[in-house]
């Protein structure tokens, strides 16, 4: 079965770090560009941060910038999103998603469920 699986989400203090995880299963990340996507309530989706199949380039918001860093381990099929100084507006549903920044917000996109990240006080 293709899927993705998000973990790692939760509550943190601003100010604070968590590190996100997908892991991948029925077919080969390291075919693929990568997206972390995400959803506040009341939003659309937008994508956060992508890397390339190969992990050579990796794309960021401007709004996230400095503070998380996208990652990948194609020999273990896995994605991987740290983020840092977590700020309340992160509050999120993330997702990873296959395919680039430009696709990976598209109704046909392949992504997981979620993990939830809050920040607050």
């Known amino acids: 079965e293709v899927q993705l699986v998000e973990s790692g989400g939760g509550m943190s203090q601003p100010g604070g770090s968590l590190r996100l995880t997908c892991a991948a299963s029925g077919f080969t990340v390291g075919s693929y560009d990568m997206t972390w996507v995400r959803q506040a309530p009341g939003k659309g989706p937008e994508w956060v941060s992508a890397?390339?199949?190969?992990?050579?380039?990796?794309y960021y918001v401007d709004f996230v910038k400095g503070r998380f860093t996208i990652s990948r381990d194609n020999a273990k099929n896995m994605l991987y999103l740290q983020m840092n100084s977590l700020k309340p507006e992160d509050t999120a549903l993330y997702y990873c998603?296959?395919?680039?920044?430009?696709?990976?917000?598209?109704?046909?996109?392949?992504r997981g469920q979620g993990t939830q990240v809050t920040v607050s006080s």
């Open positions: 890397i390339s199949f190969s992990g050579r380039s990796t």
């Open positions: 998603a296959r395919g680039s920044r430009f696709l990976a917000t598209g109704n046909g996109a392949l």
